[in-house]
């Protein structure tokens, strides 16, 4: 009988995801339609787990109320009583770890279901009375059976696919599929949107501004969406310096002797900042799937998904196990774009020059190029925008040498956009002020946020 096989379990994941769902009860609803109660290989934990989900429905689950729920069923000492509900976030789980803690256990299930299947064809084969067609006509289709409950096809019929979006939809997406406007007027007049699921490079040498950019564009999309910006380079309290002199427009070097006009524009900008939906992820050293996670805790927690990813940089991720920096970088935007395309996100993911764009193009007043992005070639292929910020030589030239040039006039290209054309943005980066603007306007003395 399959009584007497031993179930594949992992007691830690299973007490883990009980954890973390009343820790954040927000995250039952992801969790379920993931995971089933048969999914659990211990019955306690597989009636907990049922008990969570009906009462999900009508109140926010915490222990009290999942303990009266278990009493009226009759299953509260069978499940370890108060002491097993209170014991099941010992070891800290982490809610960002709930969709491997979840895969742990969905894998464990599989093997469960595979080990039985196994067991039923092995008996039946070894019973000469049934007919070996019989035998494996039914060994294959519950393998079939198997494959389709954990399947779940992609393949969808496009009559089906328009009939679920609409006409109207398709035509005049709304604003949130539609992604989020670039705070440039004359860059959202090439780009459109930066549209969810998409990935936007934003290629420079080191001291172009790239950061600055990144942060700025962040920054001011946080009217539209939630922001993630995953920092390796520089630290929490360095880029809210930046944020700060950007969004008050004053000298950082100079605020140990503002005067009381550049603190009030100060003490308005950090009230700003404060209150604007932005969330900082600072690391050395970061992957792909530690990024995927970090956002999917942020949106189990969030009422608004995130909308737009800032990584910096990305010649400072690692993706271990490759043999050569080429295939690492192309694993990396590879995990990367997939991460957006499943949590419905648009990734600027900032990258270095090689030096021979600096010598071969810049130097010699060229436009730039697609192929001269750092390290690999898989960058461009995966990318669905490509922007290089591309300063003038003339004007960053005299600027080293002459402290008193506030701003320095800057091209943005976009040299490559997967659905549309090419095109140039003139911009002007203001020294003092890390931030850019359009050359057309004069710079807003309180700041987009203010607005």
Known sequence: MTEDLQRPVNLDAERFILGCLLLEPS????????????????????????????????????????????????????????????????????????????????????????????????????????????????AEKRIVDLGAASYKSPVRRVGDIIAEIGLQNLIHPP????GIIPYFESLAEILGTFRPGEMTIVAARPS??????GLQLALEATSQAPVFFVSMEMNNSE???????????????????????ERERLSKAAAAIGAADFHICEKPRISASEISRALGQLNAKAEQPVGLVVVDYLQLMS?????????????????LKIAMQERNAHLLLLSQLSREAEKEQ?????????????????????????????????NMQAAQINPHITTIKTDLWVTKQRNGSSGRCSLEFVRHHTRFQEPQKEEDPQGALYA
């Not at 604003?175 to 539609?178: D, F, L, P, S, T």
């Not at 172009?208 to 950019?213: I, N, R, S, V």
Request: aromatic share 8%.
């Open 319 to 335: 993706a271990p196990g490759k043999d050569n920096r080429n295939n690492e970088i192309a694993v990396i935007t590879r995990e």
């Open 27 to 138: 995250a039952i609803d992801a969790a379920s339609a993931l995971l089933l109660p048969d999914d659990f290989a211990i019955e306690a934990n597989r009636r907990i787990y049922q008990c969570i989900l009906h009462l999900h429905s009508e109140f926010k689950v915490d222990r009290v109320i999942l303990a009266d729920e278990l009493m009226n069923r009759g299953w509260l000492e069978s499940v370890g009583g108060l002491s097993y509900l209170i014991s099941l976030d010992d070891g800290l789980p982490q809610i960002f770890n709930l969709d491997g803690y979840i895969q742990i256990v969905k894998d464990k299930a599989a093997r469960w279901n595979l080990i039985q299947t196994a067991w039923h064809t092995m008996h039946a084969a070894c019973d000469e009375t049934q007919p070996i067609d019989d035998v494996r006509q039914n």
């Open 362 to 394: 810049w130097a010699l007043g060229k436009p730039p190029s697609n192929g001269t992005l750092r390290d690999s070639g898989a960058i461009e292929q995966d990318a669905d925008n490509i922007l290089y910020i591309w300063p003038d030589r003339d």
């Open 208 to 213: 172009w501004g790239k950061t600055a950019l």
């Open 239 to 261: 880029l809210i310096r930046r944020m700060l002199a950007q969004q008050s427009q004053t000298n950082a070097y100079h605020w140990p002797h503002a005067d009381n006009f």
């Open 175 to 178: 604003a949130k599929a539609a």
